[in-house]
């Protein structure tokens, strides 16, 4: 192979790299001709240090550099000593590795010195954040590559200049840079790089908060990928941040666990991806798998002598073993040794390193703990002005803990505030109802610690609105309803088609693995694209507790707002002009009172003897403690905590001869308050295979002529979505499912399939008021930090004003008397809370009546 042909050889040595790594080790290498050697030697190396075999590259490479001093070419000792020099810089020798470069840029011109500036530009700019220096040698390198010079590192300087361009904050010159990279990557018909440029518009949209696009252009990428019959790692471990950053671990997890066995992979893969398994299955809360990933990933990069990425597998390894619960006195010792290695690399992991070893210090009694304490807060506080939202979140935090240390309550709570806002902005970007709910998560501390603050000044007003800060805000932000694309639509009634043939299979017991493999693909397909969807851009507001104390006047109710602080649930107890605190209980109790109360219920549905008035005595104890004590005669509207929601109020001693409401927040109860219905139509549906047949649907229907009733084969999910369409009153008598693996798709049972929560999201104009009928309707998930997702709960985010369901099983023919009077009220123009009034009292003496009655809940009004 002749001079020219080797130099092609390693300008292109990114792609097909072991068959050039081969080729050169059979050709070039034995060429007698130094240069030719040299070159050769060159592309072992430059593989070598992509597989992550850094030492047996370095001495490929000096070799390749000794080679070239022999030639006496100036032109090929430049190259192989810039290549030299930025591989010594990635393996952690900077400043060797920077005079190597230095010197390498001082000797060569033309199109070889553009080559030797982008080496020099990806280290400045990617290792040590030296944007400025970065984007100067990028512009003389474009420079020199103009006009032709060479195509292929034209390509590497536009894709850098991008990533160099966000580091300056200029993000339109950045998505400049990368859309001329992607056009010119595909006049060459280079498909890896068009990919490439792909991938790279979707971080930049991860880095501007944009999570959506983020995932709709990581998954364009990845099919990209796909097609070329290529796996990215880096696209890989770019979803996980993104799922991560969605508050979405287990989906992050799955992600870079089957890219782990898709393929066998480098080590230098490989390691990159145990960081992303051990990030996603500490956010996951698996504290094993965490552990043992970070340290493999450990070991493979000092192998590699990647010493600055080893940074993030020990940060994560040390964050596993710290939530597992070991010894903070040693975990301490790890902590100074990380952050003093963090701080000198000037590193991304340095606020999270700092936090951590800010939290292993206060739970190490001593002065010198302390002092590391106080130290280590007051310099991760410095980021709180970051350009990244979750350091931002980071640095926010961490002031307000610094804060606390010197008890200003008054900053804490100011911190915590500014820091939740940030995170509000964030969500309000997001359209999809679980993607808002999961980000909830990342300002649990922060919420925590306000509202921990909040009852430690004793003001129960201010209490009441950190306890609404954060509770169950993904629901009361505007749907982005008017965005669901044909694809979306055609995958649902695929699914629905799907599940009708499921249920087929079961019944005639025939295989049904191949049927629920696509019935999944389908639910992830549709999931996705929800991810995909963009927020209205509007934030939440904060409670305004003078506009509910006087709301409440108006309406001669009072609110019970449960709080949990520190395993221990508090009550607050507002209306008639102020708002008391009360101390009720451990929230194990009342967890476990909930259950009691289920349990007892659903034995009294099936006939069998219970005692109801005991279940709901201790469920009035735990749960509200004395907080009817203070509420009089008044209606009382609840609002538990996300965990506990799923609670029969209604058997409650206090509260079974009241009306009596529950929501998830205030600000819904606020909001239901002022919805007005859009007509006067009054909807049934009836759906198939109901134990009770729909039975109170006639019953109800033969005394108000002026409801529409659809059953049988009629009721299909698109003349369901038409009827619910701005309905006044829809009442739904079909089975509910809930899917607590992924509450978006609970749904109920019609003629043609399942009516899922997405399907209720593209009404334009939410039912006004909706009663569900079936066994356990009204289940819902607590998700991320205070938000909740089910079928209820999706109503309500979408502006229905309330909403009547079951948490239990419930007897068919007892359901029928309940929905009678229920329907009765309704019709003399009482509330949903009046018209459940109505039938508890109707079923006062006879105990599966009692029971049924009580198995119903209003949330809303």
Same mark, same amino acid.
């Given at each position: 192979?002749?001079?020219?042909?080797?130099?092609?050889?390693?300008?292109?040595?990114?792609?097909?790299?072991?068959?050039?790594?081969?080729?050169?080790?059979?050709?070039?290498?034995?060429?007698?001709?130094?240069?030719?050697?040299?070159?050769?030697?060159?592309?072992?190396?430059?593989?070598?240090?992509?597989?992550?075999?850094?030492?047996?590259?370095?001495?490929?490479?000096r070799?390749?550099?000794?080679?070239?001093?022999?030639?006496?070419?100036?032109?090929?000792?430049?190259?192989?000593l810039?290549?030299?020099?930025?591989?010594?810089?990635?393996?952690?020798?900077?400043?060797?590795?920077?005079?190597?470069?230095?010197?390498?840029?001082?000797?060569?011109?033309?199109?070889?010195?553009?080559?030797?500036?982008?080496?020099?530009?990806?280290?400045?700019?990617?290792?040590?954040?030296?944007?400025?220096?970065?984007?100067?040698?990028?512009?003389?390198?474009?420079?020199?590559?103009?006009?032709?010079?060479?195509?292929?590192?034209?390509?590497?300087?536009?894709?850098?200049?991008?990533?160099v361009?966000?580091?300056?904050?200029?993000?339109?010159?950045?998505?400049?840079?990368?859309?001329?990279?992607?056009?010119?990557?595909?006049?060459?018909?280079?498909?890896?790089?068009?990919?490439?440029?792909?991938?790279?518009?979707?971080?930049?949209?991860?880095?501007?908060?944009?999570?959506?696009?983020?995932?709709?252009?990581?998954?364009?990428?990845?099919?990209?990928?796909?097609?070329?019959?290529?796996?990215?790692?880096?696209?890989?471990?770019?979803?996980?941040?993104?799922?991560?950053?969605?508050?979405?671990?287990?989906?992050?997890?799955e992600?870079?666990?089957?890219?782990?066995?898709?393929?066998?992979?480098?080590?230098?893969?490989?390691?990159?991806? $145990?960081?992303?398994?051990?990030?996603?299955?500490?956010?996951?809360?698996?504290?094993?798998?965490?552990?043992?990933?970070?340290?493999?990933?450990?070991?493979?990069?000092?192998?590699?002598?990647?010493?600055?990425?080893?940074?993030?597998?020990?940060?994560?390894?040390?964050?596993?073993?710290?939530?597992?619960?070991?010894?903070?006195?040693?975990?301490?010792?790890?902590?100074?040794?990380?952050?003093?290695?963090?701080?000198?690399?000037?590193?991304?992991?340095?606020?999270?390193?700092?936090?951590?070893g800010?939290?292993?210090?206060r739970?190490?009694?001593?002065?010198?703990?302390?002092? $590391?304490?106080?130290?280590?807060l007051?310099?991760?506080?410095?980021?709180?002005?970051?350009?990244?939202?979750?350091?931002?979140?980071?640095?926010?935090?961490?002031?307000?803990?610094?804060?606390?240390?010197?008890?200003?309550?008054?900053?804490?709570?100011?911190?915590?505030?500014?820091?939740?806002?940030?995170?509000?902005?964030?969500?309000?970007?997001?359209?999809?109802?679980?993607?808002?709910?999961?980000?909830?998560?990342?300002?649990?501390?922060?919420?925590?610690?306000?509202?921990r603050?909040?009852?430690?000044?004793?003001?129960?007003?201010?209490?009441?609105?950190?306890?609404?800060?954060?509770?169950?805000?993904? $629901?009361?932000?505007?749907?982005?309803r008017?965005?669901?694309?044909?694809?979306?639509?055609?995958?649902?009634?695929?699914?629905?088609?799907?599940?009708?043939?499921?249920?087929?299979?079961?019944?005639?017991?025939?295989p049904?693995?191949?049927?629920?493999?696509?019935?999944?693909?389908?639910?992830?397909?549709?999931?996705?694209?929800?991810?995909?969807?963009?927020?209205?851009?509007?934030?939440?507001?904060?409670?305004?507790?003078?506009?509910?104390?006087?709301?409440?006047?108006?309406?001669?109710?009072?609110?019970?707002?449960?709080?949990e602080?520190?395993?221990?649930?508090?009550?607050?107890?507002?209306?008639?002009?102020?708002?008391?605190?009360?101390?009720?209980?451990?929230?194990?109790?009342?967890?476990?009172?909930?259950?009691?109360?289920?349990?007892?219920?659903?034995?009294?549905a099936?006939?069998?003897?219970?005692?109801?008035?005991?279940?709901?005595?201790?469920?009035?104890?735990?749960?509200?403690?004395?907080?009817?004590?203070?509420?009089?005669?008044?209606?009382?509207?609840?609002?538990?905590?996300s965990?506990?929601?799923?609670?029969?109020?209604?058997?409650?001693?206090?509260?079974?001869?009241?009306?009596?409401?529950?929501?998830?927040?205030?600000?819904?109860?606020?909001?239901?308050?002022?919805?007005?219905?859009?007509?006067?139509?009054?909807?049934? $549906?009836?759906?198939p295979g109901?134990?009770?047949?729909?039975?109170?649907?006639?019953?109800?229907?033969?005394?108000?002529?002026?409801?529409?009733?659809?059953?049988g084969?009629?009721?299909?999910?698109?003349?369901?979505?038409?009827?619910?369409?701005?309905?006044?009153?829809?009442?739904?008598?079909?089975?509910?499912?809930?899917?607590?693996?992924?509450?978006?798709?609970?749904?109920?049972t019609?003629?043609?399939?399942?009516?899922?929560?997405?399907?209720?999201?593209?009404?334009?104009?939410?039912?006004?008021?909706?009663?569900l009928?079936?066994?356990?309707?009204?289940?819902?998930?607590?998700?991320?930090?205070?938000?909740?997702?089910?079928?209820?709960?999706?109503?309500?985010?979408?502006?229905?004003?309330?909403?009547?369901?079951?948490?239990?099983?419930?007897?068919?023919?007892?359901?029928?008397?309940?929905?009678?009077?229920?329907?009765?009220?309704?019709?003399?123009?009482?509330?949903?809370?009046?018209?459940?009034?109505?039938?508890?009292t109707?079923?006062?003496?006879?105990?599966?009546?009692?029971a049924?009655?009580?198995?119903?809940?209003?949330?809303?009004?």
């Amino acid at each position: 192979m002749d001079r020219a042909e080797a130099e092609e050889l390693l300008r292109t040595v990114f792609s097909e790299s072991d068959l050039k790594r081969k080729r050169a080790e059979d050709e070039l290498v034995p060429d007698a001709d130094p240069a030719v050697a040299s070159i050769g030697h060159q592309i072992v190396g430059i593989v070598l240090r992509d597989l992550g075999e850094t030492d047996a590259a370095l001495r490929e490479l000096r070799t390749a550099l000794r080679l070239a001093r022999r030639s006496g070419d100036d032109e090929r000792w430049g190259d192989s000593l810039a290549t030299l020099g930025g591989t010594l810089c990635a393996a952690g020798w900077v400043p060797e590795g920077m005079r190597k470069l230095d010197q390498s840029v001082s000797v060569l011109h033309g199109v070889p010195l553009g080559r030797a500036l982008v080496r020099r530009a990806w280290v400045t700019g990617h290792l040590l954040a030296q944007f400025e220096q970065s984007a100067t040698d990028l512009r003389e390198a474009r420079k020199l590559f103009a006009g032709g010079g060479d195509h292929i590192w034209e390509q590497r300087a536009l894709n850098l200049e991008g990533l160099v361009d966000v580091g300056l904050g200029d993000l339109e010159a950045a998505a400049q840079a990368f859309a001329s990279y992607g056009e010119l990557a595909s006049a060459l018909g280079n498909d890896f790089d068009a990919g490439l440029a792909q991938h790279n518009t979707g971080w930049l949209a991860y880095v501007r908060g944009d999570l959506p696009l983020a995932l709709e252009l990581y998954a364009d990428a990845d099919a990209r990928f796909d097609a070329i019959g290529l796996t990215s790692v880096d696209l890989v471990y770019d979803r996980c941040l993104a799922y991560l950053a969605a508050g979405l671990a287990t989906d992050a997890l799955e992600v870079v666990e089957q890219a782990l066995v898709a393929r066998p992979l480098l080590p230098r893969e490989e390691a990159d991806l $145990l960081v992303a398994v051990a990030e996603a299955a500490l956010a996951a809360g698996d504290w094993t798998r965490a552990t043992s990933a970070a340290d493999e990933a450990s070991r493979l990069l000092r192998g590699q002598s990647r010493h600055v990425h080893r940074l993030q597998a020990d940060l994560l390894g040390l964050a596993a073993r710290t939530e597992a619960g070991l010894p903070a006195v040693a975990l301490l010792r790890k902590a100074e040794r990380l952050v003093a290695r963090c701080r000198e690399a000037q590193v991304a992991e340095l606020p999270p390193a700092l936090l951590l070893g800010a939290r292993l210090a206060r739970a190490v009694r001593s002065p010198r703990a302390a002092a $590391l304490n106080a130290a280590w807060l007051d310099e991760a506080a410095g980021f709180r002005r970051s350009s990244s939202g979750r350091v931002r979140v980071l640095g926010w935090l961490a002031l307000a803990q610094r804060r606390a240390l010197a008890g200003d309550l008054g900053g804490v709570v100011r911190a915590c505030d500014t820091g939740l806002r940030a995170l509000d902005e964030h969500r309000a970007t997001l359209g999809s109802q679980e993607l808002r709910a999961v980000a909830s998560g990342h300002g649990a501390r922060l919420a925590e610690l306000g509202t921990r603050t909040a009852l430690a000044s004793g003001h129960p007003r201010q209490l009441l609105r950190w306890s609404e800060r954060w509770r169950a805000t993904s $629901l009361t932000i505007p749907s982005a309803r008017d965005q669901h694309d044909p694809a979306t639509t055609a995958d649902l009634a695929a699914l629905r088609a799907q599940h009708r043939r499921l249920a087929e299979a079961r019944a005639d017991g025939a295989p049904t693995e191949r049927l629920q493999a696509r019935a999944t693909r389908l639910e992830q397909s549709v999931r996705q694209r929800m991810f995909h969807l963009r927020g209205t851009g509007v934030t939440v507001s904060t409670l305004d507790v003078g506009d509910l104390i006087e709301a409440l006047v108006e309406d001669d109710t009072v609110l019970v707002e449960l709080v949990e602080v520190d395993g221990e649930i508090h009550a607050l107890v507002a209306g008639r002009g102020r708002v008391r605190r009360l101390d009720v209980g451990s929230a194990a109790a009342a967890t476990k009172a909930v259950d009691f109360a289920l349990f007892s219920l659903r034995q009294a549905a099936r006939g069998r003897r219970t005692q109801l008035d005991v279940a709901g005595t201790r469920l009035q104890r735990a749960l509200l403690g004395s907080a009817l004590d203070h509420v009089r005669e008044a209606r009382v509207v609840v609002s538990g905590t996300s965990a506990l929601q799923g609670v029969p109020w209604g058997l409650m001693p206090g509260l079974t001869e009241r009306p009596v409401t529950s929501t998830p927040s205030a600000r819904l109860w606020l909001r239901a308050r002022s919805a007005r219905p859009t007509d006067d139509r009054r909807v049934m $549906l009836v759906g198939p295979g109901l134990g009770s047949g729909g039975a109170e649907v006639p019953a109800v229907a033969a005394q108000d002529s002026g409801i529409e009733v659809l059953h049988g084969a009629g009721a299909t999910v698109a003349a369901a979505l038409t009827a619910l369409d701005g309905a006044a009153l829809a009442h739904v008598a079909a089975h509910g499912h809930f899917r607590e693996d992924s509450p978006l798709f609970s749904s109920l049972t019609l003629a043609d399939g399942p009516l899922l929560v997405h399907d209720l999201q593209r009404l334009q104009r939410p039912p006004h008021r909706v009663v569900l009928s079936a066994c356990e309707s009204g289940v819902m998930a607590p998700v991320g930090d205070q938000e909740l997702l089910g079928l209820a709960a999706a109503l309500l985010s979408m502006g229905t004003a309330g909403v009547v369901s079951s948490l239990a099983e419930v007897d068919d023919a007892a359901t029928v008397e309940v929905m009678v009077a229920l329907h009765a009220s309704l019709r003399a123009g009482g509330g949903l809370g009046d018209a459940l009034l109505a039938a508890r009292t109707m079923a006062a003496g006879d105990p599966v009546l009692a029971a049924t009655a009580a198995s119903f809940t209003v949330l809303g009004i």
